[in-house]
RNA sequence: GCCCCCAUCGUCUAGUCGGUUAGGACACCAGCCUUUCAAGCUGGCGGCACGGGUUCGAGUCCCGUUGGGGGUACCA
């Protein structure tokens, strides 16, 4: 119902540095990016910030706000303004404070964390519910006064309406809060410190901020912070509240059930294309049977109206699926740029950059689900000797032909002009009809010869991939291998 | 306890005006293709949580139950 594409659209990715960004969050910022960039796609100005919740974590945020904008970098999300720290807006923060206490829509609170929890427990313990303004009383302004003039310690609280708080959220549709579940609540610490339903309020006002995008368990805070806006005058934004993302255990996402960052991701070897392709469909979905959509068209086809309301379960297997998918149709060159890592992990650093790399890449690109297995299947285009075990290749051994067959193959192929797939293969046929035996049994020990292993990719990529001179090596060795077993065999 | 949200195959989802053989995708199974393994293609398995209403007719609307999730902080 509440689409807002006319005007301009101010968005904000607002997530607390925790040291890594949670696929939760990542979402969100993407959904917040496609709700910009749909805005703008229909001709409204729009923009998106980035701000950084670190009231709570100032100490090392530095390192940790940085480590969000990397991970988000990473996954192609743009951002238009920002980061901003909240923490350095904290002095703002608590003008807006002062201001709302001036006006009555705040009050002095001088009892302690503990006494409230005591009178809290006891109401519950009876079974009635609990508010806060309706447990205390309020203490008269010549008190509050004289409380605060001797230096008493005290928090903020600001003072709820009295009536129902009602919204309509882009998702949610029309939602109503009762005054029962409205309570008074501390927006300055007795440290003088602005607790986040201030600061967050306060920031969105001042970036003027027009749809609130984020996870659904801040669906219960909204009330609260609709009672600031309305406090402080400010006109309050469209909500958009996304339902949770769950593990395998239809908890939330938790790593009991595995990988929750973007880093743990990346490092997994998934492409970025990928995660944001799944995470965009984890709640939303054009509405036809697409379901791998570039950045581009999901920002063409998004429309806010389709998110989803229920919470979805993270499937690793669909994500890699999406993943084996990307890697196949992305530039080689892209992948063989996000490769090195994982190359450099099975140690073929020095073949960055060869022919022979980007030829095995391209043949192997097609079977892998993530970038770490792909950099593993690279291994037997770059070992100089294979071991070949006995056991394993037995059926070789007791064909008395082979040996022959394949130091003749091993010669026609050196003597090659044009290796290709094309040529390979009708030397190798041609062979096999000379000697009247089946293709298979020369293609078969040739791959074997070739990468010591019976599956693989179609034979003839192998061959090509793996070059002229290497594969005459490779050959020459299973053929001496095959004519040693024969000789200790008897 | 109280408040709020949610409910279509195992999973992600289509369904938005009540009338559909309830569609697609991942996974799984089978067949085809093929020099192998994948991929691909074809087919299969599998779902409207339950109970009441409203209606000629309910996955779709209403109520309840059950189940799940979130919130209830001087955390964010």
Known sequence: MATTTRGPVRVRFAPSPTGFLHVGGARTAIYNELMCLGARRDGAEAAHVLRIEDTDTARSSDAMTQQIVDALAWLGIEHDEGPFLQSERSTHHREAAEQ??????????????????????????????????????RAPDDEVARRVEAGEPYAVRFRMPDGAI???????????????????????RSDGSPTYHLS????????????????????????KHIGLFRALEADEPTFCHLPLILGADKKRLSKRTGATSVEEFR?????????????AFLGWSPGDERELMSRDELIEAFDADRLRRTAAVFDIEKLRWMNANYMSILDLDEI????????????????????RM???????????????????????????????DAERWRKFIGQAELPAALEELMQRYAALDDYSIESTERVLRELATELEVKAGFLIHPTRVALSNDKAGPPLFDLVVAMGQEEGGRHLRNFVAFLHAERAVGG
């Open 166 to 188: 009602e919204f309509d959220d882009i998702v949610r549709g029309a939602m109503s809060f009762p005054p029962e579940a409205l309570d008074d609540f501390i927006i300055l």
């Open 336 to 355: 063989l740029r996000r490769l090195e890592p994982y190359v450099a992990e099975v140690g073929l650093t020095e073949h960055l950059g060869s022919e």
């Open 200 to 223: 967050v309020v306060v920031d969105d006002i001042d970036m003027a901020i027009t749809h609130v995008i984020r996870g659904e368990d801040h669906l219960s805070n909204t009330p």
């Open 358 to 388: 980007a030829r095995a890449v391209d043949v192997q690109r097609r079977r892998a689900k993530d970038l770490r297995e792909l950099a593993g299947s690279l291994r037997p285009y770059f070992q100089d000797t294979l071991s070949y």
């Open 100 to 137: 709302l206490l001036a006006q009555g829509h705040a009050y002095h609170c001088f009892r302690s964390q503990e006494e409230v929890e005591a009178m809290r427990a006891e109401i519950v313990g009876r079974g009635e519910n609990y508010t806060y303004r309706t447990a205390f009383e």
């Open 267 to 279: 490092d997994q070897g998934i492409v970025p294309q990928a995660l944001y392709n799944y995470l």
